[in-house]
Protein backbone atom coordinates (compact mmCIF):
# COMPACT_ATOMS: atom_id res chain seq x y z
CA UNK A 1 0.00 0.00 0.00
CA UNK A 2 1.21 3.50 -1.37
CA UNK A 3 2.05 5.72 1.70
CA UNK A 4 3.13 9.76 1.61
CA UNK A 5 3.74 11.19 4.70
CA UNK A 6 4.11 15.03 4.72
CA UNK A 7 6.63 16.82 7.24
CA UNK A 8 8.21 20.51 7.39
CA UNK A 9 5.68 22.16 8.83
CA UNK A 10 5.92 24.68 12.09
CA UNK A 11 5.44 27.96 13.74
CA UNK A 12 7.09 30.96 11.77
CA UNK A 13 6.43 34.72 12.43
CA UNK A 14 4.34 37.23 9.13
CA UNK A 15 6.89 37.32 6.59
CA UNK A 16 8.52 33.87 6.99
CA UNK A 17 8.83 30.90 4.66
CA UNK A 18 8.95 27.12 5.57
CA UNK A 19 9.70 24.21 3.57
CA UNK A 20 7.16 21.54 3.16
CA UNK A 21 8.10 18.10 2.03
CA UNK A 22 6.66 14.82 0.71
CA UNK A 23 7.97 11.44 0.42
CA UNK A 24 5.97 8.49 -0.93
CA UNK A 25 6.78 4.80 -0.33
CA UNK A 26 6.92 4.49 -4.32
CA UNK A 27 7.29 6.63 -7.13
CA UNK A 28 4.04 8.66 -7.66
CA UNK A 29 4.93 12.57 -7.87
CA UNK A 30 7.04 11.88 -11.25
CA UNK A 31 5.14 12.55 -14.26
CA UNK A 32 1.82 12.55 -12.68
CA UNK A 33 -0.60 14.93 -11.57
CA UNK A 34 0.37 16.10 -8.04
CA UNK A 35 -0.74 18.52 -5.36
CA UNK A 36 -0.71 20.30 -2.06
CA UNK A 37 -3.99 21.45 -0.79
CA UNK A 38 -4.78 23.20 2.83
CA UNK A 39 -7.40 22.99 5.55
CA UNK A 40 -7.72 25.96 7.84
CA UNK A 41 -9.93 25.23 10.77
CA UNK A 42 -13.51 25.72 10.46
CA UNK A 43 -13.01 25.41 6.13
CA UNK A 44 -12.99 23.46 3.67
CA UNK A 45 -9.67 21.86 2.20
CA UNK A 46 -8.80 24.10 -0.60
CA UNK A 47 -6.34 23.32 -3.63
CA UNK A 48 -2.97 25.40 -2.75
CA UNK A 49 -0.41 23.96 -5.74
CA UNK A 50 -0.85 21.92 -8.49
CA UNK A 51 1.46 20.60 -11.04
CA UNK A 52 0.59 18.62 -14.55
CA UNK A 53 2.59 15.41 -15.83
CA UNK A 54 4.92 17.78 -18.04
CA UNK A 55 5.66 19.77 -15.25
CA UNK A 56 3.52 22.96 -15.27
CA UNK A 57 2.74 24.13 -11.86
CA UNK A 58 -0.47 26.25 -11.14
CA UNK A 59 -1.16 28.05 -7.68
CA UNK A 60 -3.92 29.45 -5.97
CA UNK A 61 -4.67 33.03 -6.35
CA UNK A 62 -3.83 33.74 -2.88
CA UNK A 63 -0.15 32.32 -2.84
CA UNK A 64 0.91 33.10 -6.56
CA UNK A 65 4.23 34.56 -6.41
CA UNK A 66 4.75 33.37 -2.80
CA UNK A 67 4.34 29.64 -2.80
CA UNK A 68 6.76 26.98 -5.01
CA UNK A 69 5.98 23.46 -5.93
CA UNK A 70 8.85 21.54 -6.88
CA UNK A 71 9.47 17.82 -7.29
CA UNK A 72 12.45 15.58 -7.46
CA UNK A 73 13.05 12.77 -10.36
CA UNK A 74 12.57 9.84 -8.66
CA UNK A 75 8.94 10.47 -8.21
CA UNK A 76 9.38 9.92 -4.91
CA UNK A 77 9.13 13.41 -3.31
CA UNK A 78 7.00 16.74 -3.77
CA UNK A 79 8.52 19.89 -2.06
CA UNK A 80 6.39 23.39 -1.16
CA UNK A 81 8.21 26.14 -0.80
CA UNK A 82 6.74 28.80 1.41
CA UNK A 83 7.49 32.50 1.45
CA UNK A 84 6.30 35.83 2.81
CA UNK A 85 3.98 33.67 5.11
CA UNK A 86 0.68 35.49 6.38
CA UNK A 87 -1.14 34.72 8.93
CA UNK A 88 -4.24 33.61 6.50
CA UNK A 89 -1.64 30.45 5.34
CA UNK A 90 -2.22 29.18 8.63
CA UNK A 91 -3.81 25.49 8.06
CA UNK A 92 -2.76 21.78 8.00
CA UNK A 93 -1.21 21.22 4.47
CA UNK A 94 -1.63 17.71 3.05
CA UNK A 95 0.33 16.54 -0.55
CA UNK A 96 -1.75 14.38 -2.83
CA UNK A 97 -0.23 11.92 -5.71
CA UNK A 98 -1.90 9.51 -8.07
CA UNK A 99 -1.57 5.86 -7.74
CA UNK A 100 -3.45 3.65 -10.07
CA UNK A 101 -6.00 5.98 -10.55
CA UNK A 102 -6.22 6.65 -6.52
CA UNK A 103 -5.56 9.51 -4.81
CA UNK A 104 -3.04 8.87 -2.25
CA UNK A 105 -2.86 11.62 0.90
CA UNK A 106 -1.24 11.95 3.63
CA UNK A 107 -2.39 13.06 7.15
CA UNK A 108 -0.92 16.40 6.93
CA UNK A 109 1.77 18.97 8.46
CA UNK A 110 0.61 21.89 10.73
CA UNK A 111 1.90 24.81 9.76
CA UNK A 112 1.25 28.38 12.21
CA UNK A 113 1.86 31.83 11.52
CA UNK A 114 1.37 34.47 13.80
CA UNK A 115 3.35 37.07 15.43
Known amino acids: QVQVVESGGGSVHPGGSLRLSCVAS????????AAWYRQAPGKEREMVAT???????NYADSVRGRFTLSRDRTGNSLYLQMNSLKSEDTANYYC?????????WGEGTRVTVSS
Open 51 to 57: ITAGGSA
Open 26 to 33: TSIFFGKV
Open 96 to 104: MGIYYGRNI
